[in-house]
């Protein structure tokens, strides 16, 4: 049978000497404080920015910038490189290629997929792609301009998705 025992240990943390050698002693801690001996979570933490970002941040990067000392960060995840300043996220990843067409979208009635048509695209699925201009067709609209590949049709074709369901099936739009 298990007994339990009581642990004494003084509060505040001692980092004097290495933790081994000050056993029975607090020796690291983070965001916590000592309140009558004991210790406490510090809370009042919020958000700095509400933005969502794609992935998991994997690093970090901090500086300031030019002459006006002013404090930045940019941070990757497995898919992008986003910019952090003061309260915005920037998604500040490079384009790879840049190519001009017309007419390249098909929907199907009822569908959130898009068809996209660029021969020889090379893309991948959960590669993105960037539109810089498009109009709204069969109820479709591509209005934040990133999305994400989802499956490649053939060489010519590749597939996204969108939020809204198009309410016409057609070819050769937007």
Not at 11 to 26: A, F, I, K
Not at 39 to 51: A, L
Not at 81 to 95: C, E, F, Q, R, S
């Amino acid at each position: 049978m298990t007994k339990l025992s009581k642990i004494k240990l003084r509060p505040g943390l001692h980092r004097e000497s290495t933790q081994y050698e000050e056993d029975g002693n607090w020796y690291d801690g983070d965001h916590v404080r000592f309140r009558a001996g004991k210790p406490e979570n510090m809370r009042g933490y919020e958000t700095k920015v509400s933005t969502a970002f794609d992935g998991s941040a994997r690093d970090l990067i901090t500086y300031k910038s030019g002459n006006n000392n002013t404090k930045r960060a940019v941070f990757g995840t497995p898919d992008k490189l986003y910019a952090h300043n003061g309260d915005t996220i920037t998604d500040i990843t490079p384009i790879v290629t840049a190519v001009t067409l017309a007419n390249v979208f098909g929907t199907s009635s009822g569908s959130t997929r898009v068809c996209c048509s660029d021969a020889g695209h090379g893309r991948a699925v959960g590669d993105y792609v960037y539109f810089t201009s498009t109009a709204t067709f069969n109820a479709v609209s591509l209005s934040t301009n990133v999305y994400p590949v989802t499956s490649i049709v053939n060489s010519g074709v590749f597939t996204i998705s969108v939020t809204d369901a198009a309410n016409a099936t057609a070819s050769d739009v937007g």
